[in-house]
């Protein structure tokens, strides 16, 4: 949501201050002098909060404060008062852009899409419209949808950085590489200051075996977020790609302590332990990174073979087993579920083994007679 908080949030502003602007002149002098606010949306929206309190039934004082929510990422609230607003005024079609926007930021794709329908409806036009309903039909993979609404975007504004970043990443979806390239080179060409679009780039000269290139995008886009662990990444891929293995190593490292999440670095680290027989060290990395993309290749093989390794008999087996599912009628991975479970069960303490409990003697057989049992 980078381009969608940056393109939309400056004419969201725009619009509802125009909207502002069309109230009677009876309520203009208790607007909110924007030029007194210290800084901030939330700031500005605590701002309005007595003007709200003297005029409860102006529509485009709690819409004027939804927008300025909303950039505070207070969307619960931001959705609470454009709800106020539409229910004082259902025509204005700003409003239901900005009830959109809020969906959106929840993720609700389908409410998101209804909601833009009405402010299309209700007379609302803008690039910025069309670029939040085709980042929502991307988001849903609705992909030649997100591509025909990012279009019109273009059609309203051909320099829109916003719809030509979003139409690269509908274009790599479809498997056009070459149009995707071309649309976010000509994103970043427009707007050169978004970390999001380097790293795309970055990314796909890496797949093309391009590391020079990468280098170019990687160090613009590190000097504009340093802590953005998609772009330490491919700054490591690059390094491996040149040959220089160390210090791709770090910048995986760093990328995973900067984000979790990034499964590539994790197999990446794995990979260069793996091949130097530090199964140890290869198992967190090849945990997390199966975790999160079981597929990946040989990634399962690793990490049971790590674990064997290791003397981790049952969770290897439970590895070759997984590999036996996803690969049917290998007699390799069968053959492998039974040396690893016939180790399992060396390792298993004896089950037919039972210790006896230990009791007291017994008495003399002629004393035997009634046993009595104790606790």
Same mark, same amino acid.
């Given at each position: ?21 069309? *109230? ?8 909110? %002098? ?14 309005? =909060? ?29 959705? &609470? ?8 005024? =259902? ?5 239901? !852009? ?8 929840? %993720? ?5 899409? *209804?909601?833009?329908?009405? *402010? ?6 803008? #690039? ?29 504004? #051909? ?19 070459? &149009? *995707?390239?071309? /649309? ?8 050169? $200051? ?18 020079? =290139? ?8 590190? +000097? ?27 910048? /995986? ?13 994790? /197999? $990446?680290?794995?990979?260069?332990? !793996? +091949? ?11 945990? $997390? ?37 996803? %690969? ?7 053959? +492998?579920?039974? +040396? ?26 002629? &004393? ?8």
């Amino acid at each position: 949501m980078i381009f969608i908080r940056l393109f939309l949030g400056c004419v969201l502003s725009a619009t509802l201050l125009s909207a502002c602007d069309d *109230a009677p002149a009876s309520r203009t002098e208790t607007m909110v %002098n924007l030029a007194t606010v210290q800084s901030g949306p939330q700031i500005q929206a605590q701002e309005l =909060e007595g003007a709200i309190a003297r005029q409860p039934r102006n529509a485009s004082l709690y819409a004027r404060r939804a927008a300025f929510r909303l950039d505070a990422g207070q969307v619960a609230a931001a959705l &609470q008062d454009i709800n106020q607003a539409i229910d004082l005024d =259902e025509d204005q079609g700003e409003f239901y !852009f900005t009830k959109a926007r809020a969906l959106r930021s929840q %993720n609700r794709l389908s409410a998101t899409l *209804a909601a833009a329908e009405e *402010a299309s409806r209700r007379g609302f036009s803008s #690039p910025e419209l069309n670029l939040l309903v085709g980042e929502t039909q991307l988001a849903a993979r609705h992909y030649q949808d997100a591509i025909d609404q990012l279009d019109r975007a273009l059609q309203q504004e #051909p320099d829109h950085a916003g719809a030509l970043f979003y139409k690269g990443i509908a274009s790599l979806a479809l498997a056009d590489t070459a &149009q *995707a390239l071309q /649309y976010l080179r000509a994103s970043t060409a427009r707007d050169p $200051r978004q970390p999001e679009t380097l790293h795309q780039l970055a990314f796909l000269s890496n797949a093309y075996r391009l590391p020079a =290139e990468a280098l170019v995008y990687t160090t613009r886009g590190l +000097k504009l977020a340093p802590a953005y662990g998609l772009l330490w990444y491919d700054h490591g891929r690059q390094f491996e790609l040149q040959n220089q293995p160390d210090s791709a190593l770090r910048c /995986y490292y760093r990328a995973i302590r900067l984000d979790t999440t990034l499964y590539r670095a994790d /197999y $990446r680290l794995a990979l260069a332990a !793996f +091949k130097q027989r530090q199964y140890a060290s290869a198992i967190p990395h090849l945990q $997390r990174a199966v975790r999160r993309a079981p597929r990946l290749p040989n990634a399962r093989q690793m990490l049971a073979e790590s674990y064997e390794s290791q003397g981790r008999a049952a969770d290897a087996l439970a590895q070759y087993r997984l590999l036996v599912v996803e %690969n049917p009628g290998n007699r390799h991975w069968t053959y +492998k579920v039974w +040396k690893a479970g016939e180790q399992a069960r060396r390792l298993r303490p004896d089950s037919t083994f039972r210790r006896r409990a230990a009791i007291e003697p017994l008495a003399p057989l002629p &004393q035997r007679v009634t046993p009595a049992l104790t606790n």
